[in-house]
């Protein structure tokens, strides 16, 4: 909660000083399949885009970081254990999701 200052909780959409879990959970993601979906709608939806991928860093992380290369993630991040709200690189932060 105390890395959650104002400017992270408008970014992730939710109340200063709240315990956020990082990366958020996705739940229409369920499979490698799923992902690679997402990656080749959000490369549709614009061209120029570098899709980041971020996984959390635990048993098995690298079978998971291979399926999100063939899924073709243009960056793969891989957050330590004592990383957490606020220490995703700035291009994550200010590129991610798309304008609504």
């Known amino acids: 909660g ?3 200052d104002g400017y992270i909780a408008r970014l992730r959409n939710s109340k200063e000083g709240i315990t956020l879990i ?3 959970p996705h739940h229409d993601i369920y499979s490698i399949e799923d992902l690679a979906q997402l990656i080749f709608d959000l490369k549709s939806a ?3 885009a570098r899709i980041s991928v971020k996984l959390v860093s635990e048993v098995g992380v690298g079978v998971v970081a291979s399926g ?7 960056h793969i991040v891989i957050a ?9 690189v700035w291009t994550s932060i200010k590129h991610a999701g798309m304008p609504v």
């Open 2 to 4: 105390t890395k959650v």
């Open 22 to 24: 990082s990366p958020p």
């Open 80 to 88: 330590g254990g004592d990383g957490g709200t606020g220490a995703a």
């Open 68 to 74: 999100v290369a063939k899924a073709k993630a243009d």
């Open 46 to 48: 614009n061209t120029a």
